[in-house]
């Protein structure tokens, strides 16, 4: 355990600004802007031991597997997964290089709501 008062050290990312870099110029097809690219969404399928950890500002790294994107921890455990219109278009970016982390704006019961953006 590390942190003030015996909390938990989950590996996040960081808080605040920052982050994982990744400087590629890429596009995810069809005109789409990967580096502009931001959004606000919740969670899906939140993992309680990890998420009850999570604080605002905590900033978790943006994966792709298999079409599929989730956020986890600089440990590498999942907070959840992450669902939006624009799915196929960050996997391609991810695939190209660009790096995108999921930063914590609330957590509330289990519910986790997320701003991504690329690094």
Do not use: N, W
């Amino acid at each position: 355990m590390s942190g003030s008062g015996g909390t938990p050290d989950y590996g996040f990312v960081g808080r605040g600004s920052g982050g994982a870099g990744g400087d590629s110029d890429s596009s995810g097809g069809a005109g789409f802007d990967c580096h502009a690219y931001q959004t606000t969404t919740m969670l899906r399928s939140p993992k309680a031991d990890v998420v009850d950890g999570l604080q605002p500002g905590d900033r978790l790294i943006v994966v792709a597997s298999m079409g599929s994107l989730t956020a986890e921890t600089g440990r590498g455990d999942t907070a959840g997964s992450i669902v939006v219109p624009e799915q196929d278009e960050l996997v391609r970016c991810i695939e190209q290089g660009v790096a995108y982390v999921a930063e914590v704006r609330s957590v509330r019961g289990g519910a986790c709501v997320v701003e991504v953006s690329a690094t």
